[in-house]
């Protein structure tokens, strides 16, 4: 233990020394970051910018890159629909085929949210926009509030409303439809920098605060599956040098045809986009007995088609629903022919159902939407003239068939509205049936679904 005590340590160390502190310099040059530091804050770096990218989209406003909107439209002056905007495009892609639609899929950051706007959407065609001031793309006129309008000082009035249709992918023709439908009390106000959503219906109207425009359908839609045959035809060519072939087709009067256009355009400036409208009775374009095809226009390769029918024999002209500012568009013509059918009997020909006398014994009433008629039955007197009011309440077009004596539909003894009657418009079928009975009655262009009973006793 003396040993110990007495005995000296192997080595020595200045305590004093070992907890000396070190200076700020001597931390500083003394100091090595790890070998995976670098790495490690790049990943940080990285991480942190892709947050605050992620971050700053989400808190933008749709549609964003990847998002393809549709939304209907149409621009009143006064009481006057306006032509569709010429066809345009951009690298913001918010943008019209000539269509009727606006067609909202950015390709760049720039053409997301705002930059989707109805404001912009006027920018890019051309025109202008704002809360009080309207100039449409392809036209030269500015309006102004205040400015005068058929005797009275107008206002700009930008709504919008839901076509119920989701999403709105393709079924352009019903869109457009179902917005002209609608009533402006069934629109909400907007401002310029509204931001369209798919499926809505913008209606644009520079007119006196107290005048509505009177909004019909520029179409008539018949379903696809009613047609009793087909007709092809190619679009080819460019913008100024479109044309169809053929040119000219030739349909019996009553007969309703398919027409299936295929776009063949190869043009790639301006975008080459191509559809057909036929004008309807009233050889007028833009009203509700055209025809148009569906979509309305068409994507090169793409294929559309239109059902039309024409009751009275003529020459009817069809154009292309693609504008090009400055661009007569392609024309052709529908050759109605006489029809086919047996001419309708003579009283005597067809015993138990006859013309109607005027006036009717009977005038009754009666609604059809796109999901029935209302009311299902209704109620004649035997050997009683009538004069049936039939009115559409739809979104498309309709018609009334009652069966005659023989039970059975597309016979001589019918009794129906003498063409079709379009959404909101109204028909007069008339007869006289002899003998007491259940006798069916349809529609030509839903017959499985739209149908009712006409009880005669």
């Known amino acids: ?25 001597e931390r500083i040059t003394g100091f090595h970051f790890p070998a995976w530091a670098p790495v490690g804050f790049i990943i940080v770096l990285v991480f942190g910018i892709l947050g605050i990218l992620f971050y700053t989209r989400q808190a933008s406003a749709a549609p964003h ?28 892609e918010t ?66 409303a839901d076509s119920g249709i989701h999403p709105l992918g393709s079924d352009f023709a019903r869109a457009i439809q179902a917005c002209d439908a609608k009533d402006e009390s069934a629109f909400e106000r907007v401002n310029s920098r509204y931001i369209a959503q798919d499926g809505d219906c913008i209606r644009i109207v520079f007119a006196a605060p107290e005048v509505k425009p009177v909004v019909q359908s520029d179409r008539t839609i018949i379903a696809p599956d009613q047609a009793t045959r087909e ?28 027409v299936t256009l295929s776009n063949k355009s190869i043009d790639k400036t301006p975008a080459p986009f191509h559809g057909l409208r036929f004008s309807g009775a009233d050889r007028q374009y833009g009203t509700s007995d055209d025809f148009v095809t569906n979509p309305p226009t068409l994507d090169p390769g793409q294929k559309g088609t239109a059902v039309i029918r024409f009751d009275t024999p003529g020459e009817y002209e069809f154009k292309d629903e693609n504008t090009f500012e400055g661009v007569p568009p392609a024309t052709g013509k529908v050759v109605v022919g ?37 009311p299902p039955e209704i109620t004649a007197a035997a050997a009683k003239s009538f004069r049936i009011t039939l009115t559409n309440t739809g979104t498309v077009v309709h018609n009334l068939r009652i069966a005659g004596p023989d039970g059975q539909f597309r016979t001589d003894d019918d009794i129906a509205v003498s063409g079709f009657v379009n959404p909101g418009a109204s028909g007069e079928a008339s007869g006289k049936i002899d003998a007491p009975g259940r006798y069916p009655f349809r529609d030509d262009f839903n017959p499985t679904l739209l149908t009712g009973t006409l009880i005669v006793q």
Do not use: C
């Open 1 to 25: 233990m003396d040993f110990w005590r007495s005995g000296q340590a192997r080595t020595y160390r200045d305590v004093r020394g070992t907890g000396r502190s070190m200076g700020l310099r």
């Open 65 to 92: 890159i990847g998002d393809h909107w549709h939304a209907a439209y149409a621009i009143y002056i006064g009481n006057t629909r306006q032509p569709n905007i010429p066809t345009f495009t951009g690298p913001e």
């Open 95 to 160: 943008h019209t085929h000539g269509d009727g639609m606006i067609h909202m899929h950015p390709f760049i950051t720039a053409g997301e949210g705002q930059g989707a706007s109805v404001r912009k959407f006027f920018e890019y065609g051309g025109g202008s926009l704002t809360d009080d001031e309207l100039k449409v793309p392809g036209q030269k006129d500015t309006h102004k509030n205040g400015d005068q309008i058929d005797g009275k000082a107008a206002e700009l009035r930008i709504l919008r």
């Open 231 to 258: 007709i092809l035809m190619d679009a080819t060519g460019t913008a100024a040098t479109t044309a169809f072939t053929p040119a000219a087709i030739d349909v019996k009067a009553g007969e309703t045809v398919k």
């Open 338 to 374: 006489q029809s086919e059918a047996t001419p309708a009997p003579t009283a005597t020909a067809a015993p138990g159902a006859t013309p109607t006398p005027a006036p009717a014994d009977i005038t009754l009433s009666l609604s059809v939407s796109d999901s029935g008629f209302d």
